[in-house]
């Protein structure tokens, strides 16, 4: 396991990958309008949750594969590297949202129902990357916050698994095995998020075995790519129009969370779909063409737009509509002005904040992806 930055000769790097940012687009599209239709229609829309369940399947290949192609190329995993690159990809953007938060909490927070109190722990939480156990423990969040524990599941991922994957790498049979060890894990943790819904009901929705099958099958997804040098991609791609039409199924009639069959059946399904969109979409050639109705959707310019500032869109989104909804009684009003005031300082945050940090992020980076 080497701790040295990757200061030595960059491989060689892939043009951006639109059609990836596009499928973050569609993601976050979907996290916003769960939690901005309500505010329109009683009810709304309740498809969120799934909208993160691709970002984490995309997480999960996007990562693994960056890793593995290092491995590839260079023998070793710079683990130190890895997580400076992860720091300055996410601490930035995350501590200027939570130090707005604070100030807004303390400046306005009884006018605005703002607990200052629940907003300090809400911070320390998510400075430490347990925010997604605050229920657990009893405390209260103020709402606005809460979508910081989707970052909190995926860095208790990632605090583990290039760990395992260097690991496994270094011992031959469990590198021959490398395939079979990851998917039995997507059993197992499915098994335990079926086990922890029917223990703990929805309480069990924010904890992180209910959401490392999907970052598992991401990662699977990159092993097979790697055994079988695409082929493996190209051919679950075939199966990306069936994909679609799961997807457009469950964003118009969203299964409930409330129920073992979601999490025994739907989301399993839905990640598998997640993987055939993301296959088909690092396709290269014929298997990608611009004709391809897959391709025109996801490469479409609003698609990539909202994926490329899709980090700041899903820390900024709620806030900014609770604080507004203080001021604004119309609903389409709200939306509407809660969607522009998202878009600037998500567009603000992509410019000042995290391309800056980015640049300090490629003098770690040996390999770029999407």
């Known amino acids: 396991m080497s701790v040295q930055p990757a200061v030595g000769p960059r491989l060689r790097t892939k043009p951006r990958n639109a059609a990836l ?46 890793l ?31 130090l707005v938060a604070l100030i807004l909490t303390f400046a306005f927070g009884t006018y605005l129902r703002m ?38 599941v995926e860095e208790q991922f990632y605090l583990v698994w290039p760990l395992a994957l260097t690991l496994m790498l270094g011992i031959p049979v469990l590198k021959r095995h490398l395939q079979g060890i990851v998917l039995g894990a997507v059993v197992i943790f499915t098994g335990l998020g079926i086990l922890a819904y029917l223990s703990f009901g929805l309480m069990s929705y924010y904890r992180t075995w209910t959401w490392i099958a999907p970052l598992l099958l991401g990662v699977s997804l990159a092993i097979a790519q790697r055994r079988t040098q695409g082929r493996f991609g190209a051919e679950l791609g075939r199966f990306s129009p069936i994909a ?3 997807l457009l199924l469950v964003a118009l009639y969203p299964p409930t969370l409330d129920s073992v069959v979601t999490h025994a059946v739907t989301v399993p399904l839905l990640s598998m779909a997640a993987c055939a969109i993301i296959a088909r979409s ?48 119309n609903p389409a009003l709200l939306i509407c002005c809660a969607l522009a005031v998202t878009l600037a300082i998500a567009e603000a945050s992509y ?20």
């Open 282 to 329: 690092t396709q290269s050639g014929s298997a990608q063409s611009q004709r391809a109705v897959s391709a025109r959707v996801l490469g479409s310019s609003l698609l990539v737009y909202l994926g490329r500032r899709s980090y700041g869109l899903y820390l900024w989104n709620l806030i900014a509509l609770e604080t507004l909804e203080h001021f604004i009684e």
């Open 21 to 66: 940012d596009g499928i973050r687009g569609l993601a976050i599209s979907a996290v916003i309008a769960s939690h901005f239709v309500p505010a329109f229609i009683p009810g709304g829309f309740k498809g969120g949750a799934y909208g993160v369940l691709i970002f984490f399947v995309l997480s999960g290949y996007l990562i693994t594969t960056l």
């Open 351 to 370: 410019r000042w904040v995290e391309m800056p940090a980015l640049t300090l992020k490629h003098r770690f980076e040996r390999v770029q992806l999407g």
């Open 115 to 152: 607990d200052s109190g629940g907003a300090v722990v809400g911070s320390v939480l998510a400075f430490f990357y347990v925010f997604n156990w605050v229920d657990f423990a009893g405390l209260h969040i103020p709402h606005s916050m809460t979508p910081l524990w989707t970052l909190s």
């Open 68 to 98: 593995l192609k290092e491995y590839d190329a260079s023998g070793r995993i710079d683990i130190k590297a890895f997580y400076v690159r992860r720091a300055l990809r996410l601490l930035p953007a995350l501590y200027l949202f939570l």
């Open 244 to 246: 679609w039409c799961l």
